[in-house]
Antibody, heavy 127, light 109 residues
Framework: QVQLQESGPGLVKPSETLSLTCAVS????????WSWVRQPPGKGLEWIGY???????TYNPSLKSRVTISVDTSKNQFSLQLSAVTAADTAVYYC?????????????????????WGKGTTVTVSS | EIVLTQSPGTLSLSPGERATLSCRAS???????VAWYQQQPGQAPRLLIY???SRATGIPDRFSGSGSGTDFTLTISRLEPEDFAVYYC??????????FGPGTKVDIK
């Protein structure tokens, strides 16, 4: 059974770079996309971006200028970097797996939902 | 960008009752690209439904999804105590690929 575990500093200073890693256990990182989602305190979910096992990335346009997601297949993990953080970036950060989904109507594969999630890690931006 | 609206914001029901949650999109989307998640307090979201009506692995059959075009529904046929939670719909599109609705909280009446 695949499990995801986020790790990284729980406190980051304003203007610095937030760095998190998601370790994938119980399965291979291949053939899936891997996503980051965040949730500010008391608010809803915001998708940050995802990466394919081959390293192709797609980011939320609202965060694109500050986000980098990378993958290390040798370590079966992927990472998030968010630069120039402010208090608005304080949130619980989740990593999640995005499986391929075959759409019968179009005959194509899509990466359209997230089926396995990590437990999340709280990151506070404060001096 | 497609915007998702969920209603009601809060649904107050008793165990054993039927829950009907609505998700409306600002423009038509393929039913292949609609998912529903459950989030308990302090926990990560859990996938319930994908492709609008397919139950994820291990999800009880009291959860069902339906809809097309701009209107999608999550139904819980008989509420169990563990079903009181927040529910989010999510759509997959072009830019950004994933957007979530604001959520519906199902609480105990």
């Amino acid at each position: 059974q695949v499990q995801l575990q986020e790790s990284g500093p729980g406190l980051v200073k304003p203007s610095e770079t937030l760095s998190l890693t998601c370790a994938v256990s119980g399965g291979s990182i291949s053939n899936f996309h891997w996503s980051w989602v965040r949730q500010p305190p008391g608010k809803g979910l915001e998708w940050i971006g995802y990466i394919s096992y081959s390293g192709s990335t797609t980011y939320n346009p609202s965060l694109k200028s500050r986000v980098t997601i990378s993958v290390d297949t040798s370590k079966n993990q992927f990472s998030l970097q968010l630069s120039a953080v402010t208090a608005a970036d304080t949130a619980v950060y989740y990593c999640a797996r995005v499986p391929p989904y075959y759409d019968i109507l179009t005959g194509r594969y899509y990466y359209a939902y997230m089926d396995v999630w990590g437990k999340g890690t709280t990151v506070t931006v404060s001096s | 960008e497609i915007v998702l609206t969920q209603s009601p914001g809060t649904l107050s029901l008793s165990p054993g009752e039927r829950a009907t949650l609505s998700c409306r999109a600002s423009q038509s989307i393929s039913s292949s690209f609609v998912a529903w998640y459950q989030q308990q307090p302090g926990q990560a979201p859990r996938l319930l439904i994908y492709a609008a009506s397919s139950r994820a692995t291990g999800i009880p059959d009291r959860f069902s999804g339906s809809g097309s075009g701009t209107d999608f529904t999550l139904t819980i046929s008989r509420l169990e105590p563990e079903d009181f939670a927040v529910y989010y719909c999510q759509q997959y599109g072009d830019s950004p690929p994933f957007t979530f609705g604001p959520g519906t909280k199902v609480d105990i009446k």
